[in-house]
């Protein structure tokens, strides 16, 4: 064979050639699935399954109530943490039996207005005093604020020692510089009930607005330890804006009005 012919059989070597490298780039396996190593770079791998997103979980009350709670603005009050163990007291109405049980006076006694003090929307609160004066105090005002205006009628309670533990915000002695913490303006203290939960602090340690005493707004159950009732709390409301009651710890009867239930000295009441 001469040069000329070898020449003129060039190209189509070529062409096999290239035909052939295609073939073998597109050519399967034995088993019939093509071969990943020939596959075009931008192409995955067959045998590598796509990625997929995880599942969503169904949402539940819980989550549309942790959403709510850190999408509202958080509290433009100023305010410390202390860690507080001792003496818890609350007033309840009294219907009948007392509740010695700890997990029933948790159930009877727990909040769950988010339009109070230091309420928060589908979360329960437990408001207390450090004093039984300062407990009786705010339950009267309770009375006189929400019973029917004009009605004379005989509202008998019932004091509880309750026995707390925990990490709480400390609103302690900065009424003065901080007003809104006793106003009747409850967004500012409700922004701040939102933040302490979501900082997981067991509630609010603030001065009372109805005495000279100090309140304890308590967000779960677990700081809550032991109970125990203390005594009958006769209470009889005369008027619309006047109030008799007789603590356990005196023989005398109280009378106060809705204006005496400011923050003010306890001796500077007037007892009839």
Same mark, same amino acid.
Request: aromatic share 8%; proline share 8%.
């Given at each position: ?50 990625? +997929? ?9 819980? /989550? ?10 958080? #509290? ?24 010695? /049980? ?6 009877? @006694?727990? @909040? ?36 029917? &205006? ?18 709480? #915000? ?37 001065? @009372? ?17 032991? #109970? +125990? ?7 009889? +409301? ?23 239930? +400011? ?5 500077? &009441?007037?007892?009839?």
């Amino acid at each position: 064979m001469d040069i000329g012919t070898i020449a003129e059989r060039a190209p189509d070597t070529a062409a096999q050639a290239a035909q052939t490298e295609t073939q073998d780039v597109i050519r399967p396996r034995k088993n019939g699935t093509p071969d990943p190593l020939q596959q075009p770079t931008h192409e995955p791998a067959p045998h590598r399954r796509p990625l +997929r997103s995880r599942p969503r979980r169904a949402l539940g009350f819980a /989550d549309f109530i942790g959403n709510d709670i850190m999408a509202q603005p958080f #509290a433009s009050l100023s305010y410390g943490r202390v860690l507080y163990e001792g003496a818890f007291y609350i007033v309840l109405p009294q219907h009948g039996a007392t509740l010695v /049980d700890l997990d029933e006076l948790c159930m009877a @006694s727990a @909040s769950w207005n988010c339009q109070t003090r230091y309420g928060t929307f589908g979360r329960p609160t437990w408001y207390g005093a450090l004093d039984p004066a300062t407990a009786i105090a705010e339950h009267c005002h309770r009375v006189l604020t929400h019973r029917v &205006r004009g009605a004379s009628e005989s509202v008998p309670a019932a004091l509880y020692q309750l026995h707390v533990r925990g990490r709480f #915000a400390d609103l302690h002695g900065r009424e003065t510089a901080q007003p809104e913490i006793i106003a009747d303006d409850y967004r500012p203290t409700q922004a701040l009930a939102r933040e302490a939960r979501a900082r997981m602090l067991g509630g609010v340690l603030y001065p @009372s607005a109805r005495s000279s005493g100090t309140c304890l707004a308590v967000f779960g159950r677990k700081v809550m330890r032991s #109970a +125990r009732f203390v005594d009958a709390i006769p209470i009889v +409301r005369v008027a619309s804006d006047t109030i008799r009651v007789r603590p356990p710890w005196t023989g005398t009867w109280w009378t106060l009005h809705h204006d005496d239930l +400011r923050r003010m000295p306890v001796e500077r &009441r007037e007892y009839a």
